[in-house]
């Protein structure tokens, strides 16, 4: 059974950072490309970074330069670093999977960015 949990969320100040992580389970985590989404309240969910297994990674443009997005195969751990945060980055961050032809998602955590 897949698993994804993720953590880490939370209240920073505008300009301010935060990691968040997301814990994986029930795959052979280095085999799979990982990816970080985001959902604003009233708005669909966007695509945010991904990466893949060998750990080549790709941005949004609203967060290149200021995100990047990390794993860690031996610990099955995948990471979303976000810095010079902005009010529009506030939003439920997920991770998710593909695998055996079906999205797997986590149940998120909260991002507030606010003075």
């Known amino acids: 059974q897949v698993r994804l949990v993720e953590s880490g969320g939370g209240l920073v100040q505008p300009g301010g950072s935060l990691r968040v992580s997301c814990a994986a389970s029930g795959i052979n985590f280095k085999l799979f490309d990982m990816a970080w989404y985001r959902q604003a309240p009233e708005k669909e969910r966007e695509l945010v970074a991904t990466i893949t297994g060998g750990g080549t990674a790709n941005y949004a443009d609203s967060v290149k330069e200021r995100f990047t997005i990390s794993r860690d195969n031996v610990w099955n751990r995948l990471y979303l670093q976000m810095n010079s945060l902005k009010p529009e980055d506030t939003a439920r961050y997920y991770c998710?999977?593909?695998?055996?032809?079906?999205?797997?998602w986590g149940q998120g955590t909260q991002v507030t960015v606010s003075s």
């Open positions: 998710q999977t593909r695998a055996w032809g079906r999205d797997f």
